[in-house]
């Protein structure tokens, strides 16, 4: 999965061949150390994953020079890749029996302080717990990951800083503010409890380390059923906690799969949970097995597809971004007067959060012009019928030149602010002097309206001319450090998250006027 670099910066001994590449071009950085490797390697063998030994671990020339799982022998499509023992993943279970969990719930439940945490921070405190229990069954597996958090919010504020005013960064801020008070949490049963004072010491149950964990666990984290378990039967523990808003299902973490790097190409994987009366004697019940649904040539590289997911979406989780996701889209919120979603049917009407995607009008929700209709009607003194309107067949909604002239004030305020976010991370990720050439008005022009009204035109980037080949040959020399490098590559992913946003408006734009 999404992996950042360790601090080991020798060559692998050896370098997988490549003889097919599905199209792969997710390059994220790798979140497994190196040097850590060959102990991760013998724990998969301790804990009896089976099928691990026809799989070889090194870097990935097509993701980036990220840590990918390659296979040694010929895979047909059906064949079982490798099994993932049951005890061996980490599930809602084993949180239910941490000890920390357990002396943190009993501290919160006697000051009727529960509604202050949620299911996600159990979750993260026994990742906790276990990555520094020698006991742990866990520990060797989680230890193997990067001491830096995936996290975008544990990169530099002055890349973080080019994230200001986008969704991203909300949502960013979002987590940031939720770990924050989770960190408060822990310091006040600190000053209060002796028991939890001892045993949830702050040297390890801190604010960096619950971002270490959240940010690993919403990067590996597998479906919740893979550990042979459903939602509507969580632990009594948990039946009162909150869930984390914005953070979806509940997840497995799942060791060696998570190895394995995105690829949105095609659906590469199947996987099945052993059935009792499917067991062998490798193979046992709740085993989660791997199978491959295409043929692999030895020395091929193994992905697995994430799924559908947005450059947001990529950012938030995994903490890089792909050019020209065809997954992206732009989550415009608006500002809903009040009782407004008394006045629509639509769900997205309750937050004012709509999903732009690409394709120009055709990506623009419904249910946004059905808000714009009923805002505008709101906002007049008479409520005559409209007058006339285009017809988009394809959704039968009649929209009408009032929507479309609110729509475009909207979005052109969105554009001025992505444009000037994404020229300076352009600025992170490449050259200074090979940037001007990047500087060309987009054909056509664009419409934008000032803060008072008037109308303009606006000389936009060549969005479409930011791509892999283009980027790598305005790559930073190889003489330039670790972090100059790692900078440019987080600059990078920044410019692609940042570039599908403005894409998305300039087709929506163009189309509207």
């Keep these: 999965m999404k992996r950042s670099s360790s601090s080991s910066s020798s060559a692998p001994a050896k370098k997988p061949k490549l003889p097919v590449n599905f199209g792969a071009s997710e390059a994220s950085p790798c979140s497994t150390k190196q040097d850590t490797l060959e102990t991760l390697k013998a724990w998969f063998v301790e804990r009896k994953f089976h099928g691990v030994s026809n799989l070889d671990f090194d870097l990935s020339e097509s993701c980036g020079n990220s840590l990918g799982a390659f296979a040694k022998k010929t895979f047909k499509a059906g064949d079982l890749l490798f099994s993932v023992p049951a005890d061996a993943m980490i599930t809602v279970r084993d ?46 597996y989680l230890q193997s990951l990067s001491d830096e958090s995936p996290s975008v919010l544990s990169w530099e504020t002055t890349l973080q800083s080019l994230l200001n005013d986008t969704n991203l960064s909300s949502s960013l801020q979002s987590l940031k503010t939720a770990l924050e008070g989770y960190s408060q949490v822990l310091d006040n049963l600190r000053t209060s409890n002796s028991t939890a004072k001892t045993h949830i010491p702050a040297d390890q149950y801190n604010f960096n380390n619950l971002l270490w964990a959240a940010g690993h666990y919403l990067s590996r984290r597998y479906p919740f059923h893979f550990g042979s378990q459903q939602e509507s039967s969580l632990p009594e523990q948990f039946a009162s906690l909150e869930r984390l808003p914005g953070l979806g299902n509940l997840g497995t973490l799942v060791p060696c799969l998570d190895i394995l790097n995105h690829s949105h190409q095609r659906e590469f994987l199947e996987f099945d949970v052993t059935s009792a009366a499917s067991t062998t004697a490798t193979i046992h019940e709740g085993d989660l097995q791997v199978k491959s649904k295409v043929d692999v040539a030895p020395g091929q590289e193994l992905f697995s597809n994430y799924g559908n997911i947005s450059n947001g979406q990529l950012m938030f989780a995994y903490g890089y971004a792909i050019a020209n996701n065809p997954h992206d889209e732009f989550l415009l ?45 709101m906002s007049e003194e008479d409520d005559d019928e409209d007058e006339g309107g285009d017809d988009d067949a394809e959704n039968g909604l009649v929209v009408d030149e009032e929507c479309l002239d609110l729509l475009y004030s909207y979005l052109s305020t969105k554009l001025l602010r992505l444009h000037a976010l994404f020229v300076a991370s352009v600025k992170t990720s490449l050259h200074d002097n090979c940037f001007v050439d990047l500087e060309v008005p987009f054909p056509g022009g664009v419409r934008h309206r000032d803060e008072d009204g008037e109308e303009g035109e606006l000389s936009v980037p060549m969005i479409l001319s930011l791509r892999p080949c283009n980027v790598t040959a305005l790559a930073l020399p190889r003489h330039h450090s670790r972090e100059e490098e790692l900078k440019q590559q987080r600059g990078l992913f920044i410019a692609h998250y940042l570039a599908g946003q403005f894409e998305i408006l300039l087709e929506v734009m163009k189309d509207l006027q």
């Design 95 to 140: 949180v239910a029996n941490s000890s920390v969990v357990q002396i943190t719930l009993s501290a919160l439940k006697s000051r009727d302080e529960l509604k202050a945490i949620s299911v996600e921070f159990c979750l993260w405190l026994f990742l906790i717990e276990a990555k520094f229990d020698p006991k742990s069954r866990f520990q060797t």
């Design 333 to 377: 919120k608006v500002k809903l007067p009040s009782g407004i979603s008394a006045s629509t049917s639509s769900d997205a009407a309750a937050n004012g959060l709509f999903a732009l995607k690409r394709g120009g009008f055709h990506g623009i929700p419904k249910e946004l012009f059905a808000v714009f209709k009923v805002m505008i009607r």
